[in-house]
């Protein structure tokens, strides 16, 4: 498993979860052994340092969850990469729209054509994502300045992946 | 007339016979027809009309459901032997329709209409109308509703008996000089309230001498503006009395017996939320007292079949006679729990012209029970209503635990009714075991799709007061002055943010498998096959 590292927001503070393997992982640096029955049942079990908790997550929007823990319903927000780079992006470049380039199905990132800084046109390609024996040609759908390169070659993405943020100039 | 009616069956005219044979048909030289019944319309929906047909299956009693549109899929429709659509979700064109309901029981020949509580239960008109088709009505006689229901009748009734009432006058305040007398001599804080007043419009609380001119003028408008009547009363104001009822059993016989107190004095919104049995403040001379005043209560209004008549009590332990609800109640479980009486049983045997099966002595209250009423509603935001549908349901069992529900997972809970999704009772041999596994019970809920008081239950019977057994009225004011707050824990927060990372990965990896059917045409166009 890969280690991955993402920010879930309740009642306006953060909590970082990073998946360590299949039995570690860490909630803002605290260490917390899981196991966890099938998540993809409509009532999941996770033992969290052996204790178990149950739970009905419902999503209610895009990066938004209800978990239903207790009988009490907590409203939970996913703060993805994308959305906190946006934002920080946002706060220097004041009103210059930001872009996110997202990866349209899950596949391996064979080529990248551009790097941080570059000026790019409309249309122009900027990698190639291979899937299902296809390559294809991810392109820009406006012009700007390349702010940030999300991924590397060889990396594999998955649907919805953001790629490339690039800031209109 | 088109439909006939049970008092022209031949059934009736045999028994009518075998009366004029047997002497043991007589009392008082009031006649009074035994009639086996064999098939009984409940005339009402959700929890309490499955609650009314399991004892109906248990005594070979078939059943008919009536119920309204949105109704269709509810446990108690399922469980009954045949079922009637009779109309809109809305009360009046489906549960409050005598005539719709009146019509299925002849259409399906049947012997009796249980009302269940609510609806038409206390509607003496409605039962008057089931009597006169000759239909046995599960319930006490359409006079008896009539006189009781009334609350100036009642007291009126009560005038001449034993029976305490709360202090006050009997006719409308119209000299003010008068009214001042008597505030006096039943001393302040006294009420004032509107003679057609409901739901604490029209009731002003008046602390000294001063404020009262001005109070029952004020009461007087508000009255005549809502009610469309000036005439207001003046009572003596109890502070945070408690609410203790006492349940009634009575046949056709003029035997009644009382089953002992239910303290349901924990209420939000005056509407009770968690009752039990026996009171922890009620000791058996007490008992006796108001089991007694309410014996005395049913005997001068002639009553048979279940009911309740309900006290305040103060501080000092003295009671007042408040109503009588002449139906089963809501929290009737408790009392079956430690009298180990089906109450519904006992309803259905006195309405066939059956003696009781029981005298007084042999009542005893054993152990205790407690009744938590789960409702759809956010008790963090003033107890509003919470609709929508079940998408998840586990209830608690167990050793002790008693659930009685009337919604299953996939139901909906509609804005049309009450939105009560069960009642959890639980028993034991005492007051504290029956609290812990309350307790144990409430936690062990998963309830998805609604949000509900199950917190705000716990909360409450978890305060030192509750388990030292002070309960008033204004219990949950004084606890909980803010409302109920449904925090979670830090640990149940970390949980969630597991819970979402967990949920998403699976998504994703789920997503990923997908495209594998090869399906999409685009991408196959683009395929690259001399590449490799």
Same mark, same amino acid.
């Given at each position: 498993?890969?280690?991955?590292?993402?920010?879930?927001?309740?009642?306006?503070?953060?909590?970082?979860?990073?998946?360590?393997?299949?039995?570690?992982?860490?909630?803002?640096?605290? +260490?917390?052994?899981?196991?966890?029955?099938?998540?993809?049942?409509?009532?999941?079990?996770?033992?969290?340092?052996?204790?178990?908790?149950?739970?009905?997550?419902?999503?209610?929007?895009?990066?938004?969850?209800?978990?239903?823990?207790?009988?009490?319903?907590?409203?939970?927000?996913?703060?993805?990469?994308?959305?906190?780079? +946006?934002?920080?992006?946002?706060?220097?470049?004041?009103?210059?729209?930001?872009?996110?380039?997202?990866?349209?199905?899950?596949?391996?990132?064979?080529?990248?054509?551009?790097? !941080?800084?570059?000026?790019?046109?409309?249309?122009?390609?900027?990698? %190639?994502?291979?899937?299902?024996?296809?390559?294809?040609?991810?392109?820009?759908?406006?012009?700007?300045?390349?702010?940030? !390169?999300? %991924?590397?070659?060889?990396?594999?993405?998955?649907?919805?992946?953001?790629? +490339?943020?690039?800031?209109?100039? | 007339?088109?439909?006939?009616?049970?008092?022209?069956?031949?059934?009736?005219?045999?028994?009518?016979?075998?009366?004029?044979?047997?002497?043991?048909?007589?009392?008082?030289?009031?006649?009074?027809?035994?009639?086996?019944?064999?098939?009984?319309?409940?005339?009402?929906?959700?929890?309490?009309?499955?609650?009314?047909?399991?004892?109906?299956?248990?005594?070979?009693?078939?059943?008919?459901?009536?119920?309204?549109?949105?109704?269709?899929?509810?446990?108690?429709?399922?469980?009954?032997?045949?079922?009637?659509?009779?109309?809109?979700?809305?009360?009046?064109?489906?549960?409050?329709?005598?005539?719709?309901?009146?019509?299925?029981?002849?259409?399906?020949?049947?012997?009796?209409?249980?009302?269940?509580?609510?609806?038409?239960?206390?509607?003496?008109?409605?039962?008057?109308?089931?009597?006169?088709?000759?239909?046995? *009505?599960?319930?006490?006689?359409?006079?008896?509703?009539?006189?009781?229901?009334?609350?100036?009748?009642?007291?009126?009734?009560?005038?001449?008996?034993?029976?305490?009432?709360?202090?006050?006058?009997?006719?409308?305040?119209?000299?003010?000089?008068?009214?001042?007398?008597?505030?006096?001599?039943?001393? *302040?804080?006294?009420?004032?309230?509107?003679?057609?007043?409901?739901?604490?419009?029209?009731?002003?609380?008046?602390?000294?001498?001063?404020?009262?001119?001005?109070?029952?003028?004020?009461?007087?408008?508000?009255?005549?503006?809502?009610?469309?009547?000036?005439?207001?009363?003046?009572?003596?104001?109890?502070?945070?009395?408690?609410?203790?009822?006492?349940?009634?059993?009575?046949?056709?016989?003029?035997?009644?017996?009382?089953?002992?107190?239910?303290?349901?004095?924990?209420?939000?919104?005056?509407?009770?939320?968690?009752?039990?049995?026996?009171?922890?403040?009620?000791? &058996?001379?007490?008992?006796?007292?108001?089991?007694?005043?309410?014996?005395?209560?049913?005997?001068?209004?002639?009553?048979?079949?279940?009911?309740?008549?309900?006290?305040?009590?103060?501080?000092?332990?003295?009671?007042?006679?408040?109503?009588?609800?002449?139906?089963?109640?809501?929290?009737?479980?408790?009392? &079956?729990?430690?009298?180990?009486?089906?109450?519904?049983?006992?309803?259905?045997?006195?309405?066939?012209?059956?003696?009781?099966?029981?005298?007084?002595?042999?009542?005893?209250?054993?152990?205790?029970?407690?009744?938590?009423?789960?409702?759809?509603?956010?008790?963090?935001?003033?107890?509003?209503?919470?609709?929508?549908?079940?998408?998840?349901?586990?209830?608690?069992?167990?050793?002790?635990?008693?659930?009685?529900?009337?919604?299953?997972?996939?139901? &909906?809970?509609?804005?049309?009714?009450?939105?009560?999704?069960?009642?959890?009772?639980?028993?034991?041999?005492?007051?504290?075991?029956?609290?812990?596994?309350?307790?144990?019970?409430?936690?062990?809920?998963?309830?998805?799709?609604?949000?509900?008081?199950?917190?705000?239950?716990?909360?409450?019977?978890?305060?030192?007061?509750?388990?030292?057994?002070?309960?008033?009225?204004?219990?949950?004011?004084?606890?909980?002055?803010?409302?109920?707050?449904?925090?979670?824990?830090?640990?149940?927060?970390?949980?969630?943010?597991? *819970?979402?990372?967990?949920?998403?990965?699976?998504?994703?990896?789920?997503?990923?498998?997908?495209?594998?059917?090869?399906?999409?045409?685009?991408?196959?166009?683009?395929?690259?096959?001399?590449?490799?």
């Amino acid at each position: 498993m890969m280690k991955s590292k993402h920010n879930i927001l309740i009642e306006g503070k953060n909590y970082e979860v990073e998946i360590l393997d299949e039995s570690t992982l860490t909630v803002n640096g605290n +260490v917390f052994k899981y196991s966890n029955a099938d998540i993809s049942k409509k009532l999941s079990t996770l033992h969290l340092n052996g204790k178990p908790f149950e739970s009905i997550i419902r999503n209610t929007d895009e990066n938004n969850y209800n978990v239903l823990i207790n009988n009490k319903n907590i409203s939970v927000e996913v703060v993805d990469e994308l959305s906190e780079l +946006v934002n920080s992006f946002q706060k220097q470049d004041g009103d210059r729209k930001i872009f996110e380039v997202k990866a349209p199905m899950p596949g391996l990132v064979s080529r990248i054509h551009i790097a !941080v800084g570059d000026s790019i046109s409309k249309g122009m390609k900027l990698l %190639v994502l291979e899937a299902m024996k296809m390559e294809n040609d991810i392109k820009s759908v406006s012009e700007g300045k390349v702010k940030k !390169v999300l %991924v590397s070659e060889k990396l594999t993405v998955e649907k919805g992946q953001p790629l +490339v943020i690039i800031a209109q100039s | 007339m088109t439909i006939k009616s049970k008092g022209d069956s031949i059934w009736f005219r045999l028994f009518h016979f075998k009366r004029i044979l047997s002497p043991h048909f007589y009392h008082n030289s009031k006649e009074i027809v035994k009639r086996k019944i064999k098939k009984i319309v409940v005339a009402n929906r959700g929890e309490i009309a499955l609650r009314i047909m399991r004892t109906c299956r248990e005594m070979g009693i078939q059943t008919v459901a009536v119920y309204s549109d949105v109704d269709r899929m509810l446990p108690f429709v399922r469980f009954s032997d045949k079922a009637f659509c009779i109309g809109a979700p809305q009360p009046k064109e489906s549960y409050l329709d005598a005539e719709k309901i009146i019509d299925v029981a002849k259409k399906t020949n049947a012997d009796a209409i249980h009302p269940g509580y609510g609806f038409l239960s206390e509607n003496s008109s409605f039962a008057k109308l089931v009597e006169e088709n000759g239909i046995i *009505f599960i319930g006490p006689s359409s006079k008896a509703i009539e006189t009781l229901g009334d609350k100036t009748k009642a007291k009126q009734l009560l005038r001449n008996s034993n029976v305490p009432t709360v202090p006050g006058t009997d006719e409308p305040i119209t000299d003010i000089q008068q009214a001042k007398i008597i505030a006096k001599e039943i001393s *302040f804080p006294v009420l004032i309230k509107a003679a057609a007043g409901g739901g604490g419009k029209g009731m002003r609380i008046v602390e000294r001498e001063e404020e009262l001119e001005d109070a029952i003028r004020l009461c007087q408008s508000e009255a005549l503006n809502s009610f469309k009547d000036s005439r207001v009363f003046i009572e003596k104001y109890l502070q945070n009395p408690r609410h203790i009822e006492i349940q009634i059993l009575g046949d056709s016989y003029g035997n009644i017996i009382h089953l002992g107190e239910r303290e349901c004095s924990i209420q939000r919104r005056h509407q009770k939320i968690i009752e039990e049995s026996p009171s922890p403040i009620v000791t &058996e001379e007490l008992r006796t007292r108001m089991g007694n005043a309410a014996v005395e209560v049913a005997k001068l209004a002639n009553y048979s079949n279940a009911g309740t008549v309900e006290f305040l009590v103060d501080e000092k332990r003295n009671f007042y006679f408040l109503e009588v609800n002449t139906r089963l109640q809501v929290e009737h479980p408790v009392t &079956e729990l430690v009298t180990g009486i089906d109450l519904v049983r006992e309803q259905i045997r006195v309405a066939e012209g059956e003696k009781l099966a029981f005298t007084q002595s042999d009542i005893s209250l054993k152990g205790s029970a407690i009744e938590c009423r789960i409702y759809a509603e956010d008790s963090a935001n003033n107890f509003f209503p919470s609709t929508g549908a079940i998408n998840y349901l586990h209830s608690p069992s167990g050793v002790g635990v008693r659930e009685d529900k009337g919604i299953d997972e996939g139901n &909906e809970i509609s804005i049309y009714y009450d939105p009560m999704i069960a009642k959890l009772i639980t028993y034991s041999d005492s007051r504290i075991t029956s609290t812990k596994r309350m307790k144990r019970a409430l936690s062990e809920y998963i309830i998805d799709g609604v949000q509900t008081n199950i917190q705000a239950c716990l909360q409450i019977i978890s305060q030192k007061d509750f388990f030292d057994g002070n309960l008033d009225t204004s219990f949950i004011t004084k606890h909980f002055p803010n409302g109920f707050q449904n925090e979670s824990s830090e640990e149940e927060k970390i949980a969630a943010a597991v *819970f979402t990372v967990l949920f998403e990965k699976n998504n994703s990896t789920q997503n990923k498998i997908k495209p594998s059917n090869g399906t999409n045409s685009v991408w196959k166009k683009k395929r690259i096959g001399n590449f490799r």
